[in-house]
């Protein structure tokens, strides 16, 4: 599949996961010839939704480890556009070093190395994370946090927060790719996104949907998930997904050089506020918080994040209320048998 004929190509890596499966889904329907990767191309529990997506336009899947260096090449090559969304998530590893930082990183410049050979991609957007923004001391309220603040690794590493190597993963893996595009002439955009909220066509998911529907689930580990998120982040800042996936295709098609780091939040919430807003939305379940060890939880958000730098630029975001961003989660959640019907 070449560059050629008016028909747009992008790459999008991981294709089988949460945020991929829908970004491969929006990318077929403007119109673009996508070439996705998954680790297993014959793994049919973890593929059928991408074949399905084949219906929509030319969905070519190909096998590529982040592990193997160069395996990238093929799904790379030809492409105007690399979508690099694989990564390991090894929130609860007990060797992060091992099982999150190392892959992350050597994986990040695996693609990124793809990318500078097939030389046709016109913009790498890499997925990143908020959690390399915000991770850091912040006393009192009232902070606005945009695109140069860097999580504070010493920190990070005297504290040890909840999923402390996906923070520092994020970090070195952001710096890693921004210095190599410099150094090779390619052109980079990181959105930085925060907890992502929206039905996909991935039929299992395993962090941000189950973490937003902890309270009407009972699912006690999702639910610690979030309160971490509060506590990390000084409170929970949400975008849906839908605007996650039209930010990256923005920053993919910007004209103008779209370039380093993209904070994505629509909103900053609370567990207390996300619980209440449950309560009156969906009567026909219970709403359990969970306990709130010392008072911990927050009335109010500490912390803001700005997506200005996106804003600026054009970008439109659609969801900006819990009511919008959940809308379609509640019924995903069923589907995928978190919550009953
Ligand atoms: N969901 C959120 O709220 C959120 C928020 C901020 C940032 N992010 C970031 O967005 C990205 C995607 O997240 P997600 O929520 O969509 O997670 P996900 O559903 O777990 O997707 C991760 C994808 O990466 C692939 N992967 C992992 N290790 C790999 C390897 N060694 N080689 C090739 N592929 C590998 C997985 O493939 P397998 O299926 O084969 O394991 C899967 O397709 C991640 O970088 C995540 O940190 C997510």
Redesign the pocket.
Known sequence: MAATGGVRTACV????????SALVKMLLQRGYAVKT????PDDRQ?NSHLMELQALGPLQILS????DEGSFDDAVAGCDYAFL?????NLTSEDPERDQIE?SVR?TLNVMRSCAKAGTVRRVVL????SSVCIRPLEGDGHELDEESWSDLDWVAAEKPPSWG?VVS?VLSEKVALRFAQEHGLSLAIAC????VGASP?PK????VPASLSMLSGDEAALAMLKGIEKSFGGVPVVDLDDLCRAEVFLAEAEAAASGRYICSSFVTTVVEIARFLADKYPQYTVNIGQDSGGELLEKPRVKLSSAKLVKQGFEFRYKTLDAVYQDVVEYGKALGILPY
């Not at 997925?127 to 908020?130: I, N, P």
């Not at 998911?205 to 941000?208: A, D, E, P, Q």
């Open positions: 890596t991981g294709g089988n996961g949460y945020i991929a990767t998954v680790r297993n973890k590529a480890d982040l592990d969304v694989a990564a390991p998530v892959p994986g997925t990143s994370a908020a996906y994020k996104p925060v907890l992502t991935a998911v395993y962090t941000s």
